[in-house]
């Protein structure tokens, strides 16, 4: 049933801040650091969502995937592949054996402007194809209206649809304006059966902002002191260095603890975010920076 | 599916970032720093001063007898002639010079800062010295538009001013004293807390390299025999004393009946008050920035927290869950948030009122902290279950605890707000802009801040009503402790 909206907590942008400023001065060095980078590589859904995407570069993709610096021992691989409905096939036959989740955008991404059975056939197609993962959007624009039945009925149905795929709900907090309606949003995806709420589709700028991330980590914990399930996260687009990443591991470490530390319940969409954290790890280890064309870009 | 509480706890421990001292100089021995030298004691003796973290003796600082303070007053008598004639526009220029030399030292003063006085690196350099910077160059751009200040008057400086600073913001007080007297025209005889001298003579030495005229500032160290002969020396015109209470009062009786004028800034009790409209979580972070703040020893601090009745557990127990995260510790390490007690006297009062809070029947949380060995180390404390009677209450602690109490209406917390007899500090927190707007007007206390709490600007006035002490530092209102009308 979707839940009362009205008594929810509200936030004020500048205590946010505030908060955040405090993750972001803490000094991350040392065996630290490694063990926080590590832990990022292993959280991330390496992402291509062009309309140029080709079999050839999911191929790459995918190989990068399972290979990402060969040279350096005892490093995870990323968490996921993450892909358009067309290519999930191809995705999940490339990474056959690895133990890498293919996941697979839905719902008529990323607008999410079309009818429900649209969105609920290309839901299902993704899933024939062998998507473990379900990356669906909300309708922004009958949330916008207060028409918070309707985006709440939709997860219900979509989550139907992903039969045993985990469901990721992005949210798209670029286009709801405030942190208030973060969590309000936030509170319709979980309660309607989401598996993971996630910040942006990338392709709308702001994307993941850690004060959007504070308010949904915020919306995690006490949806797991009322119901004592716990969602996973996810923010997407805009993380693209090793040190804006250790600031978020810092912040869910902070808020959400151990029981979240971990690629079941946290994930980071990026693609450009490996290869730094790679170039970081190395240097931890020989202690000097190598040059960018050392890391292969797939 | 069942619900663990203790589920939150943050395990990814960060390893150990301390910020570096070698950049810093500390000599093994201070001497006082009397008309524009470094002079021994004249009775040749010396105080140790302590890390507080780890008991270990840092330097020796001089200590000032009475005949000490007689020169460095004769001194300050003496550049008061010059000095308080020289044009605004030039005196400003000396503490401009001031205030650029802070900020180029900023490192080193943050880091002995830390080292002496026990409190975390973040706030020494994000808050403390960057602040002492800011209320010179404030004051600097004053001293040449006084008469702007005080429209169709004609200013004059009082004289030479005694002032007694705090140990818990060394430099800032300091500053706030300096700079105000520096821009009036007055002279200054200064004397930091016994526990925490060494900022205050690494100021002397900068203002040594600024080339300020001999005798304008002279900074003076000891503890209270030493404060006591500036207090009643019969040639200082003006005393401005930040600290307890009860040296507060000695001060005023002392200076009854004599020309001295009196600004003083003595203890607190703030109340911080959370109504159930307001911002939660910004809320819980508002009152870990009131109590822990400094490790509590903050005169302002919102040592009594007022939660609205309808949202007390929620608040109480994302209160607790946000102290877990709190790390005590290393004051020089980026990572601490609460350092050390300031000295050994200071934690065994903190820990006598902590076991009166438990005598009294005060509920008492203290999340589990790790303290490295050695060192005055304390908790961050909440007593849950008191009330306006408990002593606790009613007492200024100056350290990290926490009184908790509920309350039902608007007028109910007005009352208890202001049963004490300080009235220094208050927080308000609600979504609603009214409802700060109108507690402004019904709460006695010098300092109301609205969703925030512990902010300093030197534009801001600072003081308190009743036992908190009178006059204003800071901003325009500070220039008035300083000057007198033809």
């Known amino acids: 049933m979707l839940p009362n909206l009205n008594n929810l907590p509200t936030y004020d942008t500048v205590g946010v801040n505030e908060r955040i400023s405090r993750f972001q001065s803490r000094s991350i060095k040392k065996s630290a650091k490694v063990e926080g980078l590590k832990l990022a590589l292993s959280m991330i859904d390496l992402t291509t969502l062009e309309g140029k995407d080709t079999k050839g570069k999911v191929q790459q993709l995918c190989y990068k995937a399972m290979h990402s610096h060969d040279t350096l021992k005892d490093i995870p691989t990323v968490a996921a592949i993450c892909v358009y409905p067309t290519y999930v096939a191809i995705a999940k036959e490339a990474l056959k054996g690895s133990g890498i989740q293919a996941a697979s955008v839905a719902t008529a991404f990323p607008s999410g402007n079309s009818k429900l059975q649209v969105k609920l056939d290309d839901t299902k197609y993704a899933v024939e194809q062998g998507a473990d993962e379900i990356d669906m959007v909300i309708s922004r624009g009958e949330f916008l209206t207060g028409n918070y039945q ?15 795929a985990h469901l990721k709900v992005i949210l798209e ?6 942190l208030d309606n973060v969590r309000k949003a936030s509170e319709i995806a979980m309660y309607a059966g989401a598996d993971f709420i996630k910040t942006s589709t990338g392709k709308i700028q702001p994307a993941a902002t850690m004060q959007v991330t504070y308010v949904m980590f915020d919306a995690i914990k006490d949806f797991y002191l009322k119901t004592g399930k716990m969602i996973g996260m996810k923010p997407a687009g805009g993380i693209s260095t090793s040190k804006i990443a250790l600031q978020y591991l810092v912040m869910l470490n902070e808020m959400l603890g151990e029981k979240w530390m971990n690629k079941e319940y946290f994930r980071f969409g990026a693609s ?9 790890l190395v240097k931890a280890e020989t202690g000097m920076y190598q040059s960018a064309d050392y890391f292969s870009k797939d | 599916m069942s619900k663990d509480k203790n589920i939150f706890k943050a395990t990814w421990a960060y390893a150990d970032a301390p910020e570096s001292t070698d950049h810093i100089k500390i000599k093994k021995q201070y001497e006082l720093f009397i008309d524009g030298e470094f002079v021994k004691p004249s009775k040749k003796k010396y105080f140790d001063t302590i890390d507080p973290s780890n008991q270990k003796k840092i330097a020796s600082i001089a200590e000032a007898s009475s005949d000490d303070i007689d020169k460095a007053v004769a001194a300050a008598n003496k550049a008061f002639t010059s000095w308080s004639k020289l044009p605004g526009k030039e005196r400003g220029k000396y503490i401009f010079r001031i205030a650029r030399l802070i900020q180029e030292r900023a490192r080193e003063f943050a880091v002995i800062e830390s080292l002496d006085g026990g409190k975390p690196i973040r706030e020494s350099r994000d808050i403390d010295i960057p602040l002492a910077a800011s209320h010179f160059f404030y004051y600097a751009g004053w001293a040449d538009k006084l008469e702007y200040a005080f429209p169709n008057r004609k200013v004059k400086p009082v004289g030479v001013a005694g002032q007694i600073i705090p140990w818990n913001f060394p430099l800032l007080m300091a500053a706030w004293k300096i700079a105000p007297a520096l821009a009036t025209g007055n002279t200054v005889v200064l004397k930091p ?5 060494l900022t205050a003579l690494k100021l002397a030495e900068i203002i040594e390299e600024s080339g300020l005229p001999k005798g304008v500032v002279n900074i003076v160290t000891g503890a209270g025999e030493t404060g006591a002969a500036i207090v009643n020396h019969p040639d200082v015109d003006k005393i401005a004393f930040t600290g307890s209470t009860g040296v507060g009062k000695y001060i005023q009786k002392a200076t009854a009946g004599t020309a001295k004028k009196l600004t003083l800034e003595l203890g607190g009790k703030g109340a911080n008050i959370i109504f159930e409209d307001a911002a939660i979580d910004q809320a819980v972070e508002g009152i870990v920035n009131a109590i ?5 020893h903050v005169c302002c601090a919102g040592s009594r927290l007022f939660v ?8 109480i127990q994302k209160l607790k869950s946000r102290m877990e995260t709190l790390i005590v510790g290393n004051p020089l390490d980026k990572n601490t948030d609460i350092g050390a007690i300031n000295s050994a006297k200071q934690l065994k009062t903190i820990k006598d009122y902590i076991k009166i809070g438990l005598n009294e029947g005060g509920e008492i ?6 303290f490295p060995k050695n060192g005055n180390w304390c908790a961050p404390t909440l007593f849950l279950n008191v009330s306006q009677s408990h002593r606790i209450v009613q007492e200024e602690i100056f350290g990290p605890v926490l009184a908790v109490q509920t309350f039902r209406t608007i007028d109910e917390v007005v009352e208890k707000a202001n049963n004490t007899p300080f009235g220094l500090s208050a927080g308000v927190w609600t979504q609603k802009g009214s409802k700060i707007f109108n507690l402004t007007q019904r709460l006695n206390a010098g300092v109301v801040w609205g969703n925030t709490f512990n902010k300093f600007d030197p534009t801001s006035p600072f003081g308190g009503y009743k036992e908190s002490g009178f006059g204003r530092e800071g901003g325009l209102h500070g220039l008035r402790g300083y000057v007198k009308f033809d």
């Not at chain 1, 309707?150 to 045993?164: F, H, S, T, W």
């Not at chain 1, 450009?272 to 970081?280: G, H, R």
């Not at chain 2, 609205?308 to 608040?315: F, H, K, N, P, T």
């Open chain 1, 150 to 164: 309707y985006v709440y009925d939709e997860i219900v149905a979509v989550k139907k649809a992903c039969g045993k």
């Open chain 1, 173 to 178: 907090t670029g286009e709801l304006d405030t």
């Open chain 1, 272 to 280: 450009s975010l490996a290869n730094d954290i790679l170039m970081q």
């Open chain 2, 193 to 197: 807390a016994e526990t925490t001298s």
């Open chain 2, 292 to 296: 822990f703040f400094n490790q509590g």
């Open chain 2, 308 to 315: 609205q009745e309808s949202v007390a557990d929620v608040v």
């Open chain 2, 365 to 370: 949380y203290q999340p589990n902290c790790k």
